[in-house]
């Protein structure tokens, strides 16, 4: 029996980081209850294709390869473009119509590769937006990485940021007396410990110490003022409806490339932010999802949130749709 009753939600989910596909490379993944192939062509465009080719069932990521911007086969040398296109094929004459390998929308953000997943194969409907902070001389110019793989989903990872109590419990910090949040369009926003109005964001007064935004289920910021100015991005990405792949990134504002001494610093400082996030996955991989659960006038808007995030589901598709294509030998 599933263990939670989401199926697989819409939206745009982190599948690499850009410096982990040079111009040529390919990489094979099991996302998103799909096998996937993420390639970048010889020009720089990144592409995700469904992994299976439509001849006759090879894996395009095992032992395929990007010849200018399309990938090749290994099997027969049938080439594919980005948007799926067969591009050639060494021995025929003529290329069968519906000579197709299933193309997914993806965007490079701020040194990050999204791919976007629609159960019913709809267009994206909003977009990751750019931080700033990338590509600034003040902050680093990579992102330092942790990677998990956990028994849970991205829904269930959402609603923790706002279940004020369990900072106490399982962070061992006080819940934070002053909070804001807000849910919007596609995001919602939540500032802890801080006095400005939860609409001013990102406009650097001090006595905010963290705030954030979820853009849809898989993809989230958070800004902390302590220590260190940190922006600390996650992807939360399904492998299949019960396992997802998390991986959390950090930049500071440290200059463009710190010294070792000062590196090594903030990675050791980081590395009770990893803690913090680690320590709610025990609770993740053994909870069950209560629809209707009991809640207390101390709880979280954990009602709202879910509201919010039933947007992301679209009601009887299967969330493993994939297109039908059929023999076509004519
Ligand atoms: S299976 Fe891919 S070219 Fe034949
Ligand atoms: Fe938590």
Not at 112 to 121: L, N, Q, R, S
Not at 285 to 295: A, C, D, G
Request: hydrophobic share 40%.
């Amino acid at each position: 029996m599933a263990r939670f009753p989401f199926g697989i939600p819409n939206g745009w989910f982190l599948v690499a980081f850009a410096d982990e596909l040079a111009p040529g490379r390919v990489i094979a993944l099991r996302r998103l209850g799909r096998e996937l192939v993420v390639f970048r062509g010889e020009s720089g465009g990144v592409h995700v294709l469904d992994a299976h080719c439509p001849h006759l069932g090879a894996h395009l990521g095992v032992g395929g390869r990007v010849v200018g911007d399309t990938l090749a086969c290994p099997f027969h040398g049938w080439r594919f473009a980005g948007d799926g296109a067969c591009a050639g094929i060494p021995y025929a004459k003529r290329i069968p119509r519906g000579a197709r390998a299933t193309s997914h929308p993806v965007v490079e953000r701020h040194g990050m590769i999204f791919v976007w997943h629609h159960a019913a194969g709809l267009p994206p409907d909003f977009e990751i937006p750019a931080l700033p902070e990338w590509g600034d001389a003040e902050w680093m110019d990579t992102w330092l990485r942790w990677d998990w793989t956990v028994r849970t989903h991205p829904q269930e990872m959402g609603e923790n940021g706002i279940d004020w109590p369990h900072f106490a419990t399982i962070h061992r910090i006080p819940a934070p007396s002053d909070r804001r949040w807000a849910f919007r369009e596609r995001s919602y926003f939540w500032q802890v410990g801080g006095t400005k109005p939860v609409d001013a964001l990102a406009s650097g007064q001090d006595e905010i110490l963290m705030f954030g935004e979820n853009w849809g289920l898989g993809y989230s910021w958070l800004k902390q003022r302590g220590h260190y100015e940190t922006v600390v991005v996650t992807g939360m990405t399904p492998v299949d409806a019960e396992t997802t792949c998390v991986r959390m990134a950090v930049i500071a504002k440290i200059g463009r490339s710190p010294s070792p001494s000062l590196r090594a610093e903030f990675e050791r400082y980081m590395k009770e932010h990893a803690a913090f996030a680690e320590a709610d996955f025990p609770i993740w991989e053994n909870k069950v999802y209560r629809e209707r659960p009991i809640l207390c006038d101390g709880d979280g808007p954990i009602a709202d949130y879910r509201r919010w995030a039933a947007q992301f589901y679209t009601p009887n598709a299967s969330t493993n749709a994939r297109s039908t294509s059929r023999p076509d030998l004519t």
